[in-house]
């Protein structure tokens, strides 16, 4: 019985905080395509990364949000350190999505993307006018393998 106890506690530990997951999805009738996330600690969102033809897209999703253009203000813990960045984000037309950053990659972008890599908690507030703001928070283990799966 306490070995059951001990794997089940351990299972929703891990499950509640989980790392980077990044795989292809292949369903056998659209073109396969990759994709990396990581579940919020408390399951209310995802954090995403996802090719586009901009280039490799950030965003959060899995709640619903209010603002058209919500300002989302991050800390990445680097360190110890909070490395703290503000961007200007849109969201989606069903609400349940805010996109941070079209290209991660982008060259104005390498700060923060050098952060994201090596980043071991990702933290972020979406502003919001109209509706609660909401703070969602990550595990950034495997981060930097998900952002390199997506490259290649």
């Known amino acids: 019985?306490?070995?059951?106890?001990?794997?089940?506690?351990?299972?929703v530990a891990n499950l509640s905080y989980a790392?980077?997951?990044?795989?292809?999805?292949?369903?056998?009738l659209?073109?396969?395509?990759?994709?990396?996330?990581?579940?919020s600690s408390d399951n209310k969102g995802v954090l995403k990364l996802e090719k586009t033809e901009e280039?490799?897209?950030?965003?959060?999703?899995?709640s619903y949000f209010c603002d058209d253009y919500p300002t989302v203000d991050i800390a990445l813990m680097v360190n110890s350190e909070p490395q703290r960045?503000?961007?200007y984000a849109t969201k989606?037309?069903?609400?349940?999505?805010?996109?941070?950053?079209?290209?991660?990659?982008d060259v104005d972008?390498?700060?923060?993307?050098n952060d994201?890599?090596?980043?071991?908690?990702?933290?972020a507030r979406i502003n919001e006018t109209r509706c609660t703001s909401d703070i969602f928070k990550f595990n950034m283990s495997g981060s930097l393998k998900a952002y390199e799966f997506m490259l290649k």
Do not use: C, E, H
């Not at 019985?1 to 299972?11: A, E, H, N, S, Y």
């Open 1 to 11: 019985m306490k070995k059951l106890l001990l794997i089940t506690v351990t299972l």
């Open 19 to 28: 790392q980077w997951v990044y795989k292809t999805v292949d369903n056998g």
């Open 30 to 39: 659209d073109v396969p395509y990759k994709i990396a996330y990581s579940m």
């Open 55 to 62: 280039g490799i897209a950030l965003y959060i999703t899995g």
């Open 85 to 87: 960045y503000s961007f």
């Open 92 to 105: 989606s037309s069903d609400n349940t999505t805010v996109f941070i950053l079209n290209d991660l990659s």
């Open 109 to 113: 972008r390498r700060a923060f993307l």
């Open 116 to 123: 994201f890599q090596r980043a071991t908690s990702f933290i």
